[in-house]
């Protein structure tokens, strides 16, 4: 069984930080488009950022472009997406999810985003920046 498992959500204050992590279990993170999305009640879900595993390409959405880091550890099979200078706006549930690379590096040019181009998603974890 796959399965994804975020942490290291929690309460920041803005400016501050805070490190996300995916866990991977059934899978290895060898050759996967691993993505973050976020979502807010009400509003549409974001893809945030990528890194196409294989060859460590990365995308991010122009909200956290500077901001935002994504890094992979194969030895750990684990993704992190490190958030640095959170705003209020950036408080949201932030989910972990896996395509598998065909053909192409998912994680490269003008792709967008998109949850359903994923093959296994997180449960999610909940980031809230407030003072």
């Known amino acids: 069984e796959v399965q994804l498992v975020e942490s290291g959500g929690g309460l920041v204050q803005p400016g501050g930080s805070l490190r996300l992590s995916c866990a991977a279990s059934?899978?290895?993170?060898?050759?996967?488009?691993v993505t973050w999305f976020r979502q807010v009640p009400g509003k549409e879900r974001e893809g945030v950022s990528c890194?196409?595993?294989?060859?460590?390409?990365?995308l991010y959405a122009d909200s956290v472009k500077g901001r935002f880091l994504i890094s992979s550890d194969s030895a750990k099979n684990t993704v992190y997406l490190q958030m640095n200078s959170l705003k209020p706006d950036d408080t949201a549930v932030y989910y972990c999810?896996?395509?598998?690379?065909?053909?192409?590096?998912?994680?490269?040019?003008?792709?967008?985003?998109?949850?359903?181009?994923?093959?296994?998603w997180g449960n999610g974890t909940l980031v809230t920046v407030s003072s």
């Open positions: 999810t896996a395509r598998v690379e065909v053909l192409n590096y998912y994680c490269e040019g003008n792709q967008v985003l998109r949850w359903s181009h994923m093959d296994y």
């Open positions: 059934g899978i290895t993170f060898d050759d996967f488009a």
């Open positions: 890194i196409s595993t294989g060859s460590g390409s990365t």
